[in-house]
C-alpha cells in the first residue's frame, strides 16, 4: 500500500507543479501583455505630447518670421513714402526759396534800372 500511496502522493505533487507552472506561464504572458500595452499607451501619449510641443515650436517659430518678414516690408515701405513725402517738401520749399530769391533780384535789377534812368 505504501507504493500505492506513494505513486498517488507523486501524480498529486506532479499534477500541483504542473497547475503552478500554467498559472505562472498565463501570469507571465499575461504581465507581458499588459506591460507591452502600457508600453504601447505610454509611447502614444508621449507621442502625442511631443507632437503638440513640436507644432507649437513650430507655429511660433512661423508666427515670428511671418510678423518678422510683415514687419520688414511695412518698415520699407514706410520708409519709401516718408523719403517720398519728404524729397517733395524738401523741393517746393527750394522751389519757394529759388523763387523768392530770383524775384528780389530782378526786383532789384529792375529798381536799379528805373533808378539810373530816373
Not at 505630447?49 to 515670428?64: K, L, S
Request: glycine fraction near 4%; hydrophobic fraction near 5%; aromatic fraction near 2%.
Amino acid at each position: 500500500m505504501s507504493d500505492g500511496r506513494a505513486g498517488e502522493r507523486a501524480n498529486g505533487r506532479t499534477g500541483r507543479r504542473t497547475h503552478r507552472q500554467t498559472y505562472r506561464r498565463t501570469d507571465g504572458q499575461t504581465d507581458r501583455q499588459t506591460y507591452r500595452q502600457t508600453d504601447i499607451q505610454t509611447d502614444r501619449q508621449t507621442d502625442r505630447q511631443t507632437d503638440r510641443q513640436t507644432d507649437r515650436q513650430t507655429d511660433r517659430q512661423t508666427d515670428r518670421q511671418t510678423d518678422r518678414q510683415i514687419d520688414r516690408q511695412t518698415d520699407r515701405q514706410t520708409d519709401r513714402q516718408t523719403d517720398r513725402q519728404t524729397d517733395r517738401q524738401t523741393d517746393r520749399q527750394t522751389d519757394r526759396q529759388t523763387d523768392r530769391q530770383t524775384d528780389r533780384q530782378t526786383d532789384r535789377q529792375t529798381d536799379r534800372q528805373t533808378d539810373t534812368r530816373i
